[in-house]
């Protein structure tokens, strides 16, 4: 069994139970000290072992896994959650060719690890109810559809978060303004730089100042970037709290009343 674990943003004990029980079981480990702190592998059981993939190909990845029989217990470690950015689908697709069993295990993703780092919910009630998260093209534009570049979805001046682009500020910075049909300069914006790890940092900026601020940190890898209008500002309240506002398991109470539960409805459902 070949289990894909989603690693978490980096903080030892921001894996999930799963991550931590399939660590402490495996026979084998193959984990990016590129991406994933060394911390992580304190949940790895002497006597495994362990391959640093940082400068491995694919070939050599699949190589690993070709080299142990269906039953060993194999962990590939993957910094975050595994359904972004990943290039698990490539070693999943090995696996069904390759008639493996594997599972994928999912993660704490460093998008979670920033906002909780920023204190701010990214969809707040009229302000932003959709999280865009891209990146930008570079050495490998190839990747890039027609239609997803920042620029493209910038118009809509929402929640944006961009991974993998700290090495191209500049670029960015262009895409997001987009000559004026775009964010607003003074839109906020943060540069969150490994999250959850140690030396953690945030520079809190606007997107006309982003560029600078990601100059002058320096931070190429595990750096996210965040910008729209959730991130500033008291929110106003959302509907689901709100009194005046029914729903499946509450009714609207009016002032000075209490509410209740919809008849019919189970104590402790929803939980
Ligand atoms: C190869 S992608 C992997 C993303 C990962 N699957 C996830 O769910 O976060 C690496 C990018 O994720 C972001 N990233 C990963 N860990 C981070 C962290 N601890 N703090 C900030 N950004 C992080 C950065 O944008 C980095 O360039």
Redesign the pocket.
Known sequence: MISFV?AG??APDLLTLRAADRLARADVVVWASS?VPEDVLVHVATGAVVHDSAGMTFEDVVGVYSSVSDGARVVRL?????????AVQEQVDWCVAAGRSFEIVP?V???A??AALLGRELTVPGVAQTVVSTRVAGRTAASMPAGESVAAFASHRTTMAV????ARPEQLVDELLDEGRGYPPDTPAAF??????AD?RVVLTTVGGLADAMRADGAR????VLVGPALAGAAPRCHLYDPAYAHGYRRRSLPGTTSGRPTGATPGGNR
Do not use: K, N, Q
Request: net charge negative; glycine share 14%.
């Open positions: 989603g943003p980096g991406l993957h910094s975050g959650d595994v359904a972004l950015y990943s993660g993703g460093s998008l690890a920033a991974y993998l682009s700290a969150v730089v490994r999250a959850s790890w953690e890898t595990a750096a996210l």
